[in-house]
């Protein structure tokens, strides 16, 4: 079975697909269900001021120091926009409207100056390219293994070990932050561990997919997920499923079309939204119908 999966290089693919979809949606359903997600598109951004930091002072283009640069970055922006909002001058969403352009305009700027001979090109923050990922390979008891794999598997690894071990103190400190505090778990430093993590899965999953499909697998499928349970553990199984079906069927279908993988990858986790938006068994659009023409019914009798 790995000969035929490490053979086959659009199972890959896919498999690095539903792997970033996996790591994001884990992370995003806390942001999600916090009133957070838009910081997932403040920080996928901000990092480039990282990765350009990073590369000044190390010359190196990949590895640890960049997911730690990448993720200290990360930190500074949700520092940055709190700081603002917390001033009263500036709503939270106006706060981080300024603070992410600003970090991602010096991240090019910095770039275009000093780093334009080195491969750190903006585009492919952007949008990455998960179809030549094979080109990138390390060898791992005997079998050629795309990084990507590597580094995506590694991350959704931490993730979940991560959800696993603070389950009961994220569940807490996401629907009663108030009572957290009191009871002594530390709100705060589990929303900057887990920010943390944000930013090093966006990083990491750069060379893969870029930012944009990123930020689709952080929000979109914990979002649908959202519509169709009122339960967590659910929201993560139902968000990694539609991370590995938009992956497949994206993957299939860009084939067929001759598109961008990665964007239609990005565009099979909406429609997944929005079969949910219409067809969820508790807010979808068409259950909320049935039981109003019902209880318009039941009050006619």
């Known amino acids: 079975m790995l000969d035929v999966f490490f053979s086959s290089i659009e199972l890959q693919i896919m498999a690095v697909g539903a792997l970033v979809g996996i790591a994001s949606s884990a992370v995003g359903t806390f942001l999600v269900l916090r009133g957070n997600s838009m910081l997932t598109d ?6 480039v001021f990282g990765i350009v930091i990073v590369w000044l002072l190390t010359h190196q283009q990949s590895g640890w120091f960049q997911l730690v640069g990448a993720a200290l970055t990360g930190l500074l922006t949700v520092f940055l926009t709190e700081l603002l909002a917390n001033t009263k001058r500036v709503k939270q969403d106006a706060a981080i409207g300024l603070v992410f352009p600003a970090l991602f305009s010096i991240g ?9 001979d080195v491969h750190i090109d903006t585009h492919t923050v952007l949008l990455g390219e998960i179809g030549f990922i094979w080109l990138d390979i390390t060898t791992i008891a005997g079998y050629n293994v795309p990084q990507a794999l590597v580094s995506m598997g590694i991350v959704t690894a931490v993730n979940y070990l991560f959800i696993i071990l603070f389950y009961k103190e994220l569940k807490l400190a996401t629907f009663d932050p108030a009572l957290a505090k009191t009871l002594g778990f530390a709100p705060s430093i589990l929303f900057y ?3 943390m993590l944000t930013s090093t899965t966006a990083v990491a999953a750069f060379d893969a997919v870029g930012a944009v499909l990123f930020i689709a ?14 339960r967590l553990w659910l929201m993560f199984l139902i968000g990694a499923f539609i991370s590995v ?10 084939v067929r079309w001759n598109v961008s993988i990665g964007g239609m990858m990005a565009v099979m986790t909406g429609a997944f939204f929005v079969l949910a938006f219409i067809g969820g068994p508790r807010y979808g659009i068409v259950s909320q119908k049935i039981r109003r023409m019902n209880a318009r019914r039941a009050n006619a009798l």
């Not at 090019?108 to 334009?116: D, E, F, S």
């Open 42 to 47: 403040a920080i996928s951004h901000s990092i």
């Open 108 to 116: 090019v700027l910095l770039l275009n100056l000093y780093a334009n």
């Open 193 to 195: 561990a887990l920010l």
């Open 217 to 230: 697998f952080a929000i979109v499928p914990p979002s649908a997920a959202y519509l169709l349970t009122d």
């Open 245 to 254: 079906a938009s992956s497949v069927t994206g993957y299939y279908l860009a």
